[in-house]
């Protein structure tokens, strides 16, 4: 597995700045950290966390990890997701005649805590399911949720890389384009669109029907 530091290097030999003398070496490690952040918002690392429902406790906390939900469920049936809003417009009592969570939504002030309204009647089980199927922890009763992630969350020269080998030469041509595109001493706008040229089409080869900023 590559490290961040061997990114940056091939990020500088692709810009031909091996002494870091037209861009810094903390420069190329930001926009390296930059591009990783980029293929995060395409939905591209996935990540399935599961949560015990808890009789009364409407907060399930997810890793900081997480950028994005675009599915959860409790009892293996979807939620739908809403605002505090939305749920104000309901009648009063339309929580004590609801028979399990229906709906979820993220919390602002941390947008890694998800309250499932109403909060789950039961406790469900934390005891790991034999066979594990389709998850190693039971469904039933519990929350389980689908989520685009972040997953470099260290951002160390020696940290590794954790992106798949397959997309490290996206984020190094990306990384080259973007450094090489901006305006300076040092721009060279050919280079730095034949370099996000690459970029997409090494994408293209993983996946179809991006919509890439």
């Not at 599961?50 to 009364?56: E, H, K, P, S, Y």
Request: proline share 6%; net charge negative.
């Amino acid at each position: 597995m590559a490290t961040i530091g061997d990114l940056v290097v091939r990020v500088a030999l692709t810009l031909q700045d091996i002494d870091h003398q037209a861009w810094s070496e903390d420069e190329k490690k930001r926009q390296v950290i930059e591009e990783i952040q980029r293929l995060s918002r395409l939905g591209l690392f996935g990540e399935i966390v599961w949560r015990q429902g808890i009789v009364n406790e409407p907060i399930s906390t997810l890793p900081l990890t997480v950028i994005d939900i675009y599915m959860a469920c409790y009892n293996g049936n979807p939620l739908h997701r809403t605002s505090e809003q939305s749920i104000e417009l309901k009648d009063d009592d339309w929580e004590l005649r609801a028979q399990r969570p229906q709906y979820y939504s993220v919390e602002l002030q941390t947008q890694t805590d998800v309250r499932l309204i109403p909060a789950p009647l039961v406790t469900g089980s934390s005891f790991p399911v034999v066979p594990p199927l389709p998850l190693i922890m039971p469904i039933e009763k519990n929350c389980v949720f689908f989520t685009h992630d972040n997953p470099q969350t260290s951002i160390g020269l020696e940290q590794d890389c954790k992106v798949p080998d397959s997309l490290e030469d996206v984020v190094v041509c990306w990384a080259a384009a973007k450094l090489s595109g901006d305006a300076g001493d040092y721009q060279d706008l050919e280079k730095s669109m034949m370099c996000d040229q690459i970029a997409r089409l090494f994408l293209s080869g993983i996946t179809d029907n991006l919509d890439i900023e």
